[in-house]
Structures are given as C-alpha cells and as structure tokens.
C-alpha cells in the first residue's frame, strides 16, 4: 500500500480489512477491526474472510463477492443486513461496504465496516415494544406537540375502528370527535402538571359511542427536558358504566321494594276493616243498598289486588296458587285496556273452545298480560294499530319442547299477544329479555318489564315465544301447564247459619285500633265472642288469665313489643295445642317457616272479607287440635 493510504488505512476509526477474492485470505486489516473484533492482527492475517461469518452467512457471503468481483455490483456496493462473529463468539449488527481493488498485484476486495449493533438492537427492542403494546387490550397511542398521531396500536385499533394506516397522522380530536376546547384544556393540564386525566366519551369510526377512562403524559427530551411527545392511554369502561348505572338502579329499587313494602303494609291495614265491614252492612242493609256494597267491596279487592302486585314487584312475594279459567285472566285485562287505552287501538280477543284450566297466581298472570299488552301498546305509537290477545289449547309435543329448553310435554294453555307495530330487528329481539334492557327512551322504560315477565311464567314453570318481523308487527305466546280434567267452578258464598259461631271466645290480637274493631263486629255478630289485644305481650297476660275459656288466638304478625312469632312461642308454652290464625298483609318464607315449624297452618293475608274470616275461623274451631311437639324459643 502507499504510505499515505496505509496510514489512513491502520488509523480510520472504522474498522476495515482486505482479503483476497481466490484464496479468502486476510490480506491487511486495521486497528479498528483488531479492537472491535478481538482477533490480533497476526491472527487475524491467518484467517479467511469468510470464518467471521455466520455459517448460515457463508453462502450469501460467497455470492455477494463473486458479484463484487466480477462487477455486477458496480462501484462502492453497500449491503446492511451482514451479522460478524467476534473472537469471543460474539454477533456484530454491520453495514458494510465493498469495493475491488488491487493490492501488492492481486486482486482483492476492500471492505469498509459500520457497527450498527446497538442501532439494530434499539430497532429490535422498538419492534418487541410495539409488539407488546399492540396485545395490550388498551387504546395505547402516542402523537407529536401538535397533536398528530405518531403511534395506534391494535387496541386503538380495535376501541375506536380505525386501522394504524388510516389513524397515522390524523389529529386526535379528529377522530375522537372531541371538542376544541376539551383538547386545549387537556393540553394546557398536561404542559403544566405533566399528566392528565378524565372520563370522556368518544366516538368510533361507526358513529358509535364509547366511555373511556383517559389518561395523558408528556414525554419529555432527556437531556433538554423539553416536551416532546404526548403518550394516551384510553380504557373502555362502556360496560362498567352500563353495570354502575344498574347497580344504581337496583339499589334505586332496593330502596323502593323496602319503601313499597311499608305502604302495602299499612295499605293492608285500611283495606282491611273495609272488606269486613261490608260483609256485616250486607247483613243489615236492604237490596237498594246492595248494588253500592258491590261496588265499595269491588274497589277494595282491586286495592288489594294492587297491593299484593307491588309486593310481588318489589319483594318478590307469592300469592296464592289457585286453580284460574284463563278466558276470565283475559276478559279482565281486556276491561282495563279499553278504560285506558287510546281509542286509535282496536283491541280484539279470541278464545279456543272448551278452554282449559290452568293453576298459577293470578296476580302474577295479570302482571305478565298488563306488561305484554302495554308493551304492545308503546310498539303501535301515537298511530295506534291493532292489538289481539287469544287463548287457546296447545298441546305440547316433544317438537315443540326440544324448540324451548325447560318447555314439558302435555296440555298448556298458550295465551298469545299480538299487535301491528314496528316489529323487531335479530339484534332487538336477542337482548329483549335482558335485565334492564329497553328499547325505549331515557325516562319510559326500565327494561324491567320483560324480565319480569319471564320470571313470573319460569316459576309457574311454563314458557314463552316471540314472533316479530320489522314492519309487520309482533307476537308474544305465554305457554302455562294446564289441566285438562279440572272445571270450572265459581265460588258459592257458604250457608250464613253454617259460619256462625256457637259462642266461643276467641282472642282478637292486632295493633290497629279499626281491624281489631272490624275482626269483633264481625265474629260477635255470627255468635262468637271475644277478647282483644293491641300487642303480643298484652295477649299473653289476657291469656295466661282465660286460656281455659279461649277457643281460638287470631293474632296479627308485626307488632310491637312481641310479635306474632313471638306470641305464637309463647302460647305453644302455655297450651301446645292452643289453636291459632295469623294474620299478616306481607309475610316472608323465613316467617312462614318458623310459624309452620310452631304447627301455625291458616293464615290470613290482609285484607281479606268477612266471609273468608268467618270461614277461616269455623274450620279452625271444628278441627280436632295437633299438639305441636318440643315447640321451641
């Protein structure tokens, strides 16, 4: 080499080496390679080129200097992807340049060399980071001062709809559809505090809403520290903002049950006095005055009627399992639909032959047709349209049955809803049963309705379909088990003389002042006589004096002082087989368990008629007593 070049040569701070293009063989390599490499020059001068390669690297080594060598590469070629072995078994990340050249009369290749391990291994690590950002579940997205994005991952990707290609470079506030002034207020947080952070919602790519929790940080330079760039981390807490607002509202209703239970209660208490005492004025009064006790008597029972559905609502409460003619269920719906309806709903009903009967709560069934035939009315809108109930015998077949899990085989009544509004779409009609689900608009639906309604038809362990076509309109089917066999029957009012008393004493326990007062006028005017008390604790004391006199305790379940439970307790104490009616508007299944546990087996759920009193208490009389063994409290 000439002096000046091998001084430049031996001093570059690049390494650089030259091998023969035949033989491979190192003919002059630097200080630099000598440092960077670790092989002497001395051992370096008895290798061949090719032995710093990799051997998976051997052939493309071979191939690219024979291109070099037969200039198919033309001048300085440069070739970035080479990996160098070090003497220590070491990689160096290299881009290198080739030129031939002719050194002491052979021909050679001298190559220049860049170590861009660290660069390589930075672009790995970025690789590997933004491989792991992109499995985070999170918005990860990082863009520039003015708000330009730099960075979306597979998580913004998907939170928001829009791909990495269509978001890079986009403003953020564009594709959030955020306010101006929202982004100056977070960017003037951020500059000053150097985070930020809110709930806020944003809108997709299709238009839809997402809530997301937002927090922003500024990236600053690490030897200015001056702002650089701004990282935004977006989590979506759409569905936990769905299931806060129906913690709320169940708590809202929570409340509400409690709140409605007490009303019922002392709803119960009113009601009370008022269905016995038109049972005593029938005795007395004329047949001109009969039509208006009808209607007083009427009102009362539809009030309870009401009562006993709100405990149903809101506490779940079970009314009485009674065999029901399903033609009556319908003709007394339809009397309420067409006293409130709007007159633009031509309400229509149908009835199949010989109907059969069907056992259930009817309470509970005129909730499940209230809400269906109201949901059908809101379907139809102010245009109005047609609505059918009909009822019909179905006999389910195991076709039918394997079409709607939990369905039984046999004969079901199948009453069935339909009307002409809009319909449903799929979609709709999937989540139609979902708790707090409603089509409706903000403050007009609770997305209770059905539910409730599914519940109630579940636990009378029928089942229930739905027909809908957008347009055309809608059709729901309530299936209840039936009994083919049973008839019929309207209640007769039993023999007056055959309810009247001969004289025993019962005692009357109750806290309110009008229902004891009801209970006695009663009793004493069918031949009984009794004994009252305002609490348990006065009742024991009355009976601790007379109980060889006393036929019969009707006490009420909540009061103060003692309770009915507690009354029950202690009477069962004194006189095992003392006879007892419990009276209650609203009476749990832990109570009713201990009440049986203490052999309590008529109950009387207010209000209730003089009639069924009377009833009540001459079966209790002419029934032979049960000592209750080892009653215990």
């Not at 001109?288 to 029972?301: N, R």
């Not at 779940?316 to 033609?327: H, N, S, W």
């Amino acid at each position: 080499m000439r002096p000046g070049f091998n001084e430049l040569f031996s001093k570059a701070l690049l390494p650089m080496w030259i091998f023969d293009t035949e033989t491979l063989k190192f003919l002059e390599v630097n200080d630099a390679a000598v440092s960077r490499y670790g092989w002497s020059r001395e051992e370096f001068l008895g290798m061949t080129a090719d032995q710093v390669h990799p051997p998976s690297h051997t052939q493309t080594f071979l191939e690219y200097r024979r291109r070099v060598e037969y200039d198919t590469v033309a001048g300085m070629s440069t070739e970035c992807n080479w990996r160098h072995l070090t003497k220590s078994g070491g990689i160096v990340a290299v881009e290198t340049a080739w030129q031939l050249v002719s050194f002491c009369g052979r021909k050679a290749i001298h190559i220049t060399i860049i170590d861009r391990t660290d660069q390589r291994r930075a672009e790995e690590e970025n690789r590997e980071l933004a491989h792991v950002l992109n499995l985070a579940t999170d918005a990860i997205i990082v863009c520039n001062l003015e708000r330009e994005i730099l960075f979306w991952n597979q998580g913004a990707a998907k939170l928001y709809g829009w791909t990495v290609e269509e978001a890079a470079g986009k403003k953020v506030h564009e594709l959030f559809k955020v306010e101006m002034d929202t982004v100056l207020k977070c960017m003037s947080g951020l500059l000053e505090k150097g985070d930020w952070s809110a709930q806020m919602n944003h809108i997709r790519k299709d238009g839809g809403k997402v809530t997301v929790d937002t927090r922003w940080t500024l990236a600053r330079e690490e030897e200015t520290n001056q702002p650089r760039a701004v990282l935004l981390i977006s989590t979506d807490v759409s569905e936990a903002k769905k299931y806060e607002g129906q913690f709320l509202r169940a708590q809202r209703l929570e409340s509400l049950g409690t709140l409605a239970s007490g009303i019922a209660h002392d709803l119960n208490n009113i009601l009370s006095p008022i269905l016995m005492a038109t049972g005593i004025l029938r005795q007395s009064l004329g047949p001109e005055d009969q039509q208006m006790l009808h209607i007083i008597e009427g009102s009362a029972e539809r009030g309870a009627g009401i009562v006993k559905q709100v405990l149903t609502f809101a506490r779940g409460a079970e009314g009485e399992r009674v065999l029901l003619q399903p033609k009556h269920l319908v003709t007394e719906m339809t009397k309420v639909m067409v006293q409130t309806f709007p007159q633009n709903i031509d309400i229509q009903t149908n009835f199949g032959a010989d109907l059969w009967m069907t056992t259930g709560d009817a309470t509970q069934l005129h909730q499940v047709l209230l809400n269906l035939c109201v949901n059908a009315r809101d379907a139809m809108g102010a245009k109005g349209g047609m609505l059918r109930v009909a009822c019909e015998n179905i006999e389910v077949d195991e076709h039918l049955a394997s079409m709607n899990p939990g369905a039984q085989l046999g004969p079901h009544v199948c009453f069935s809803v339909t009307d002409s509004g809009e319909g449903m779409p799929q979609e709709v009609m999937l989540k139609i049963f979902d708790l707090f689900f409603t089509t409706k608009e903000q403050g007009k639906g609770t997305g209770l309705g059905l539910a409730t309604v599914i519940g109630i038809v579940k636990g009378h362990k029928g089942f229930l379909t739905l027909q809908s076509q957008v347009g055309v309109g809608t059709t729901f089917k309530v299936f209840l088990p039936a009994n083919r066999e049973a008839k019929s029957q309207v209640k007769k009012s039993e023999d007056a003389i055959l309810l009247k008393g001969n004289g025993e004493l019962i005692l009357v326990v109750d806290d309110e002042a009008p229902i004891r007062e009801a209970i006695v006028a009663t009793l004493e005017a069918n031949n009984y006589h009794c004994y009252t008390a305002e609490d348990g604790t006065d009742a024991l004391a009355l009976y601790f004096e007379r109980r060889d006199a006393i036929s019969l305790v009707i006490t009420d379940l909540h009061m103060g002082m003692m309770d009915g439970i507690g009354l029950v307790r202690s009477l069962r104490k004194l006189t095992p087989d003392v006879k007892v009616i419990v009276s209650s508007g609203y009476i749990q299944k832990e109570n009713m368990t201990i009440l049986n546990s203490l052999g309590v087996k008529t109950f009387l759920d207010k209000p209730y008629t003089a009639e069924k009193l009377l009833r009540s208490v001459k079966a209790m009389i002419t029934t032979a007593a049960e000592p209750v063994k080892a009653a215990k409290g």
